[in-house]
């Protein structure tokens, strides 16, 4: 790990060494109402707008405009595969087969989709394992499926918590549990990162000792995907979700991501809520009764999909997929490692970062909790220029994010955060 100094100098030779410092021109970065740029660190909310976007969706407002319905097989980029145009990248970026991807919907949708398929109980095996402090949405969703497959969430919902004292899961202790529990669960369904904590989870070990128990493993990649190296096919991961606003820079509401194994991609007799996109492309157009799926992640498809926040996503992506999430991972472990430093320096011990120290258990995101008057804080430096965000009870999340921020940002952002506490 690099040894950071204290001082402005030093943020501007990290910025000066940065080789991805000329992507932040790529982005357009907010201002406040001096036309200051903001100190923005809340990419694990809501992403930045790329330059390149509009010019993405105003071809194809150009499209509808000149051709109307014809768009749909001669506009530029014909709009009934347009959701193909993403695939191949979306399987770089998470470290999948083309035939494992499929960019549709939004996240819950897709996580219920996919709870369809791989939540099966049986009366011996019907539990389904979260994290403590999972995102909310996927405990809804989970709790309603386990419903819905007619069990009651009192008996058939587990969840993992850190030992007394710590606010992350130990590895080992996720290991230990489901050698313990593994006969009674039939889905691990984590978040790849925690969204409270920042915990990465170290979704190959945990996968290999849930299958060793025959359990079926989904991940939530929300504030994983674009944040962290992922290696979904080679960890043989049964299946994964993700929203596509934050790190991928989509946009609000953005078409979301999912990723179904090959070993089950190809296995048209999984139960599936089934739609007409999710159909043979070659018969399709038929109007036939019989539902014959597409052979890969396509086949979960319900709808023709959104074509604006398709294109949107496309100039997203074209920067990923020219930069590579190696790279942007090294620059994001570099920035966050600048930031927990200068944190560390702070003599007032009134705060603490409450994310894992190992680089390697943590995506672009530190989570800051502050004794007594966390909101306080949190308003003083939204009030400065910083654009991070608070969430409930504690904590105040920060998230440099490669593509766009510097190292000076970082700077910044704790020089404001020490004046105001």
């Not at 071809?59 to 193909?84: C, F, I, M, S, T």
């Not at 989904?218 to 049964?238: I, K, P, S, Y």
């Not at 709808?303 to 997929?321: E, Y």
Request: hydrophobic share 40%; charged share 25%.
């Amino acid at each position: 790990m690099k040894q950071f100094k204290t001082g402005k100098s030093f943020a501007k030779e990290l910025d000066a060494a940065d080789p991805l410092r000329e992507y932040r021109s790529k982005f357009h970065i907010p201002k406040d109402e001096t036309g200051q740029e903001v100190i923005y660190l809340c990419g694990n909310s809501l992403g930045l707008q790329p330059k390149s976007v509009r010019a993405f969706v105003e071809q194809e407002l150009k499209d509808w405009q000149a051709l109307g319905v014809k768009g749909q097989l001669h506009a530029r980029n014909p709009w009934v595969p347009y959701h193909e145009l993403l695939t191949e990248q979306t399987a770089r970026l998470v470290g999948a087969k083309p035939v494992e991807i499929v960019v549709m919907n939004t996240l819950t949708v897709n996580l219920h989709l996919m709870m369809v398929s791989f939540y099966r109980p049986t009366p011996q095996r019907n539990k389904i394992v979260i994290e403590s402090n999972a995102f909310p949405s996927d405990r809804y969703a989970v709790e309603s499926q386990i419903k819905f497959k007619g069990s009651d969430p009192n008996r058939s919902l587990m969840e993992l918590q850190p030992r007394g004292g710590e606010t992350t899961i130990r590895t080992e202790d996720i290991e230990t549990f489901l050698e313990r529990e593994g006969d009674s669960i039939a889905l691990v369904m984590l978040g790849g990162v925690n969204y409270y904590a920042g915990q990465l989870f170290e979704m190959d070990r945990i996968t290999r000792s849930a299958h060793e128990k025959g359990c079926v493993v989904g991940f939530d990649l929300a504030h994983a995907a674009g944040n962290a190296v992922l290696r979904l096919h080679e960890w043989d991961v049964d299946f994964a979700i993700w929203c596509s606003y934050k790190y991928l820079n989509g946009g609000p509401g953005c078409v979301a991501g999912c990723f179904v194994h090959e070993k089950h991609a190809m296995n048209t007799e999984l139960p599936r809520f089934s739609g007409w996109w999710g159909h043979n492309k070659e018969t399709r157009f038929l109007m036939g009764p019989k539902f014959d799926p597409i052979l890969g992640a396509e086949g979960w498809q319900l709808s023709n999909p959104p074509i604006l926040p398709l294109a949107a996503l496309r100039a997203s992506m074209d920067i990923f997929d020219e930069v590579g999430m190696d790279m942007i991972r090294a620059k994001s472990e570099l920035l966050t490692g600048y930031l927990e430093f200068l944190l560390d320096q702070h003599p007032n011990k009134s705060f603490c970062v409450i994310t894992p120290k190992d680089p390697k258990q943590r995506g672009a995101q530190l989570s800051i909790r502050v004794e007594g008057k966390g909101k306080v804080l949190y308003d003083s430096i939204t009030a400065q220029g910083v654009v991070c965000d608070w969430r409930e009870p504690d904590v105040i999340r920060v998230a440099p994010v490669a593509l766009y921020n510097s190292f000076m940002d970082v700077f910044r952002f704790v020089e404001i955060c020490v004046s105001s506490c």
